[in-house]
């Protein structure tokens, strides 16, 4: 490299450098910081135990959209963006596991409701997460979107049968775009659409002919 190139290069850094200075420090100064969130509100209804026997809830499989802690927003027709700043306590198919345990106990249906057992289990539920997005391409009207896919295995004659398959879509509009006004309507839309799933979990348990006895 030639003297001259040099000292223009080296030129180009202090300009830089003294262009940066200003932002740079405000920036070490206040960095940003993560803001975490938890589903919060909702509970299921109580109901009369059952003797559906014991249920395990696998992991909810997510599309790669949701397999992360940030928001997801839709920012246009093909367009989507995440939230470094703002994001989950634990991935959304996480929470909503958890989530779904509890509203699965509340139904009554099941003997048990479990994670993971080394006990005879008598049905696998299956969860597919396929959206947990804000749509905020209409600034004034935000609104959050779950969608998911679940199916209810039969496992007591030995190899599983697909004792129920279905999808459900919700959404739920926020209050604005500020995070914990979409958190709310998170945990509105995540609320209802358990309700729909629980019920017809429990149902199809309930409803499925009796098992012949353990071999």
């Not at 030129?11 to 420090?25: F, I, S």
């Not at 005879?120 to 896919?149: C, G, M, N, S, Y």
């Not at 995540?190 to 499925?208: H, K, M, N």
Request: aromatic content about 6%; hydrophobic content about 45%; glycine content about 6%.
């Amino acid at each position: 490299m030639s003297r001259r190139s040099c000292a223009r290069l080296l030129l180009g850094v202090a300009l830089a450098a003294a262009l940066c200075a200003p932002g740079c420090a405000a920036f070490r100064r206040n960095p940003p910081e993560k803001q975490r969130f938890m589903l919060v509100g909702g509970s299921p209804e109580p109901a009369p135990r059952g003797a559906a026997g014991i249920v395990r809830v696998d992991l909810v499989r997510g599309s790669p959209l949701v397999a992360n802690r940030g928001f997801v927003y839709r920012v246009g027709t093909e367009q989507m963006s995440t939230d470094f700043y703002h994001e989950f306590v634990a991935p959304p198919g996480v929470l909503l596991r958890e989530r779904l345990i509890d509203w699965l106990r509340a139904t009554g249906a099941f003997t048990a409701v479990v994670r993971g057992s080394k006990a005879q289990i008598d049905w696998i539920l299956e969860t597919d997460l396929d959206r947990f997005h804000a749509d905020v391409r209409d600034r004034a009207a935000p609104e959050v979107k779950v969608e998911v896919e679940v199916r209810l295995l039969d496992t007591r004659e030995g190899a599983p049968t697909l004792a129920m398959e279905r999808r459900y879509e919700t959404s739920a509009q926020a209050a604005g775009i500020a995070a914990p006004e979409l958190v709310d309507a998170w945990s509105r839309a995540t609320s209802e659409l358990l309700d729909r799933v629980a019920a017809d979990v429990a149902a199809a348990a309930r409803g499925a002919a009796p098992s012949a006895a353990r071999r």
